[in-house]
């Protein structure tokens, strides 16, 4: 009885350990696109996964990341570990605890100092760099396994060697090599392993253009789970599940049988260590080599063009035109906040050639000095983009000389019809006790400080200390009639009647109209903020020329109406916003509001740490209370 | 007279604090079988690893051959060595762990084929190529070591305690062996035991360690019959040492009785040991010996009985073919040649210095 229940306590564990991967091996051979339905048995997408270039290229480069940073970290590690076992033992224990203790560091530390370190000396993030970083911690990982199996080793067959007339070096590859070899396989397996397995450290050490299989398949599914992805995961779980397997019979393998081996299986074995093995590696590196100098042709650096953008913040289609046309060929990155965009560029770490970030970082950026003019010359589409947008740029780029906007949208309050029958038009409806319970705010400093400030009729980039506790005072005010401080479920909630008025992004405010007529959204009177995202060419760009030749594209009203269905935030670009075919969208007042309610409106502006402290030190004070 | 091989020179090794060996002088001639004798710790493994070149002393000079080779690397010097622990190599066969000195010298594959059969001939482990070092039995390795220590014929073939893991009739066949070998060979053995038995057995030369001290260095019989101190007396074979006064020369005084020997020399009436082995005391019916005693302990030992008899308050050591009972009384006599006289030690120290040859 007991042992029936074990066994099922057993399968259950290994079903909850399991169950995941499970799933997505069987989706991997859905034929249906829908996680939904089930639509039989396909490889199809096994198939297309394998005429993927970007999969393709990101498959090789993870091969010879894994293999070079195996066979490097396991040349370094055998070496040091050899090293600390002839220290004393004291001295050996604090060795090895010194190259443990990255191992048991957290990922995301090693793979942020490992940034920095880089950035520091002004390395160039990319392959090189990753394959620094996985060298760098794979080596404890190689010692880890070495360490124990030379302690194992009779240091007398060493000395037994030299006696016999061996030279140490002769000695150490006749005598204690082939001791300690299992160590040394498994640990260079449990360094592939890993290197195969990173995703954090690989994510922070890159440049643009390369990418591992893991950081490829984080940047597709940002875009939307693609099967192609299941099927590249299942074949990656399959690998590191294989390896493992090795890693863990080898050395008890080799013991077993060693009794009973005769010396022609023992040659068999050595021919599988001494040639196999590497011959694979080769043939892996070169076959792996000549794909991809054939799928990537050599690329002749003047016509390349690195760009650095927000996720999803472009049609791909785009992107493909652009490099048919010019015969650019376009290395794209993609970034996720301002604030992981900006010490990229400013520490020079990667030239890019073009890149998008929002106002307050532009301004910032302008300061620092880190942006180049544009040539306009170069730029003639730039008459496409309508005037009051580049008025409204000068808060942040005051002559209009290094920016071009791309996207843009305003805050404001999105509310149901149903539930309020009055007229919105000022922020203090945010304050009337007829919808406690049924408000949302948004759950971030500026934004929540911004309808605040401007509901008393200040500048929300107000550094007024008066000011400010006042806002402060008015948002503790309205705490009691806030159903919840959230950032996206503004959309959802509102979207499913669960409350009557929100704080909302513009860009947002035009997918819940689509979702629910009864949205309406308005800029209140008093004005709000609005904000602009534009392409910006850092200082070191070394290809500013094909970066003019970007930008000027993109500012095509037909590659701008393309991008604006793509991304659905508004688009300066006045004659793309008149090839709107939807009539609906074309004369949204939320997509485009009336010049006179955008006049109203500011950009945030970067306030400095001391005031950032004070704006988070008054908002905790709101959020505490 | 064969040349001096090996020359040590005023040797001295400390492991910190602990001093192993102390300004130790010591020669070995060519085609000679040494052995290095003392209790465990008295630095005998130390010695072979200076020698071997696995340790270098802190002070003194290694000579091999006139060469000094204090400072040489243990691969390049003409010695190869037998270890406690035997040092082969476990993922090598038996062949290839013989061969490997022989690779290392890069001979042709016959010639090295026809070496390890030799080689493992010698030892009688013939047909052992293609065993693994884990499937041999303890002394089984201890020969495969010993046969890779001659197969390269090597001028001179340390060996520590090689016979340590035999039975009694193996480690004697193997004891005629490596006879058999140093003749054959011509090689020159150095050899470390603490089995006192094995060095008289089988040396030319034995000498006497403790604390890092030679005690005394000769042949076999020397070492036995003539011990030069209490230590070595002790250390070889069962003795009676006895407390005794040197009345003058050929007559000395042990527990009150009168013994004729044939020392001369140390003076009238002074202090001295007086050594007897138990197998030279002759016992005698009551009454017709030097002194009288009584049986108080038997045991047999096959060839002969071990019996302890108390005379003069003190136990002595009696072997014998011929059996007294316990509780019998008996005479005790000792003929004047089979009594070793030996200067007694005026210091603590002095007990252990190096007597010099
Ligand atoms: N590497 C070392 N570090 C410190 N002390 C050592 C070292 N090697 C030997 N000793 C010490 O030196 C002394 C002599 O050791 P050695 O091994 O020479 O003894 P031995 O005569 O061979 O003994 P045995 O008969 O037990 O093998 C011992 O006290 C031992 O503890
Ligand atoms: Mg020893």
Redesign the pocket.
């Known amino acids: 009885m007991k042992k029936f229940i074990s066994k099922i306590y057993l399968a259950l564990i290994i079903i909850l350990l399991y169950a995941p991967i499970l799933t997505l091996v069987v989706l991997s051979f859905n034929s249906s696109k829908t996680r939904a339905k089930w639509g039989g048995i396909t490889g199809k997408w096994y198939v297309s996964l394998f005429h993927d270039d970007g999969i393709m290229n990101a498959l090789y480069t993870t091969l010879v990341i894994a293999l070079l940073s195996a066979v490097i970290a396991t040349v370094i590690g055998t070496a040091a570990a050899i090293g600390i076992s002839a220290y004393r033992q004291r001295t050996k224990s604090i060795f090895m605890g010194v190259t443990n203790i990255p191992m048991l560091n957290a990922d995301i530390v090693t793979g942020i100092s490992l940034m920095l370190l880089f950035i520091a000396f002004k390395f160039t993030l990319g392959f090189k760099t990753i394959l620094l970083a996985h060298i760098t911690f794979n080596i404890p990982y190689v010692i880890l396994s070495v360490a124990p199996k030379l302690k194992q080793t009779n240091k007398s067959t060493y000395e037994a060697a030299l006696d016999l007339g061996a030279s140490p070096i002769y000695a150490f590859f006749k005598v204690v090599f082939p001791d300690i070899l299992p160590g040394v396989i498994s640990g260079f397996f449990l360094a592939i392993t890993m290197s195969l397995d990173d995703f954090i450290i690989t994510h922070f050490t890159k440049g643009p253009g390369v990418d591992t299989l893991s950081t490829k398949i984080y940047s597709e599914v940002r875009k939307g789970i693609k099967p192609e992805m299941y099927a590249l995961s299942t074949i990656m779980f399959l690998t590191v599940f294989i390896l493992l397997i090795l890693i863990n019979t080898n050395p008890k393998e080799n013991k077993k049988t060693e009794h009973i081996i005769n010396s022609k299986a023992r040659k068999v074995s050595k021919l599988i260590m001494h040639r196999l093995i590497p011959a694979t590696m080769v043939v892996v590196i070169i076959i792996g080599g000549f794909v991809y100098s054939k799928t990537n042709k050599t690329v002749d650096s003047k016509k390349q063009l690195i760009v650095y953008n927000w996720g999803e913040y472009i049609d791909p289609k785009v992107l493909t035109m652009f490099e048919k046309e010019t015969g650019i060929n376009v290395v794209y990155e993609e970034f996720e906040t301002n604030e992981i965009m900006y010490p990229k560029i400013s520490s020079g770490a990667i030239s890019y050639d073009v890149v998008c970030p929002s106002d307050y970082m532009i301004q910032r950026m302008i300061k620092n000095n880190l942006l180049s003019k544009i040539d306009f010359d170069k730029v003639p589409n730039i008459k496409h983009i309508g005037s009051q947008y580049m008025k409204q740029s000068r808060q942040f780029d005051p002559t209009n000389e290094y920016s071009v906007p791309y996207c843009w949208g305003t805050v404001g309050i999105l509310y149901n019809k149903k539930m309020v029958k009055e007229k919105v038009d000022s922020w203090n409806i945010l304050w009337n006790k007829k919808y406690k319970d049924n408000i949302l705010m948004q759950d971030s400093v500026r934004d929540s400080f911004a309808v605040a400030l401007k509901s008393l009729g200040y500048s929300l980039n107000s550094a007024d200390l008066d000011e400010l506790n006042a806002a402060k005072n008015k948002l503790i005010k309205q705490k009691p009639l806030v159903q919840a401080y959230v950032i996206d479920q503004v959309r959802d909630k509102m979207i499913g009647n669960e409350a009557a008025l929100g704080v909302i992004y513009s860009g947002e405010a035009i997918y819940t109209q689509k979702e629910n007529p009864n949205l309406e959204y308005v800029i209140p009177k008093e004005g709000s903020n609005v904000w602009i995202d534009s392409w910006v060419i850092p200082k070191n760009a070394k290809h500013k020329e094909n970066a003019e030749k970007f930008i000027n594209f993109l500012c095509r009203p037909d590659i701008a109406l393309l991008n604006f269905e793509y991304i659905t935030y508004s688009t300066p670009n006045v004659d793309a916003a008149k090839l709107i075919k939807d009539p609906d969208i074309r004369n949204s007042k939320t997509a485009f509001p009336d010049p006179k309610d955008l006049d109203r409106c500011e950009t945030f502006k970067y306030l400095g740490t001391k005031y950032d402290r004070i704006y988070n030190e008054l908002w905790r004070e709101v959020k505490s209370k | 007279m064969a040349k001096k091989l090996i020359d040590l020179v005023n040797i001295s090794k400390s492991?910190g604090e602990?001093l192993?060996l102390d300004d130790l002088n010591l020669y070995v001639k060519e085609n000679e079988f040494i052995t290095l004798l003392?209790p465990?710790?008295?630095?005998?493994?130390?010695l072979l690893r200076i020698i071997g070149g696995f340790e270098s002393p802190n002070t003194g000079s290694v000579i091999f051959d006139g060469k000094d080779i204090t400072n040489l690397a243990p691969n390049k010097r003409q010695l190869n060595t037998v270890f406690?622990n035997y040092g082969l190599f476990n993922h090598m066969s038996i062949a290839e762990n013989i061969a490997f000195p022989l690779k290392i010298k890069k001979k042709s594959k016959s010639y090295i084929e026809d070496k390890v059969k030799y080689a493992l001939k010698l030892v009688n482990l013939d047909g052992f190529e293609t065993r693994t070092v884990d499937s041999l039995s303890g002394g089984q390795k201890q020969r495969i070591a010993i046969a890779r220590g001659i197969v390269s014929e090597p001028k001179v073939l340390l060996l520590d305690?090689p016979l340590g893991a035999l039975d009694l009739k193996l480690r004697q066949d193997m004891q005629y062996e490596l006879i058999r070998l140093k003749n054959e060979l011509g090689i020159t053995f150095i050899y470390?035991t603490?089995d006192q038995e094995e060095a008289l057995t089988m040396s030319d030369k034995i000498v006497v360690m403790n604390q890092g001290y030679i005690q005394q260095i000769g042949t076999p019989e020397d070492i036995y019959n003539e011990p030069q101190n209490a230590f070595v007396a002790d250390f070889i074979g069962d003795s009676n040492i006895f407390p005794a006064v040197m009345v003058h020369d050929k007559l000395v005084k042990i527990l009150g009785a009168e013994f004729e020997c044939v020392d001369v020399g140390f003076g009238v009436n002074k202090p001295v040991d007086a050594v007897i082995r138990p197998e030279d005391i002759d016992l005698v019916p009551v009454g017709t010996g030097i002194l009288d005693g009584v049986v108080t302990h038997i045991i047999f030992k096959g060839v002969h009985y071990e019996m302890e008899v108390t005379a003069n308050g003190y136990k002595w050591l009696v072997h014998s073919t011929d059996m007294f009972p316990v509780g019998s009384e008996v005479g005790i006599y000792v003929k004047p040649f089979e009594i070793q006289i030996m200067k007694k030690p005026e210091s603590e120290d002095e007990e252990a210095i190096v007597i010099d040859e």
């Open positions: 492991y602990n192993v003392g465990s710790g008295c630095g005998k493994t130390t406690q305690e470390v603490h």
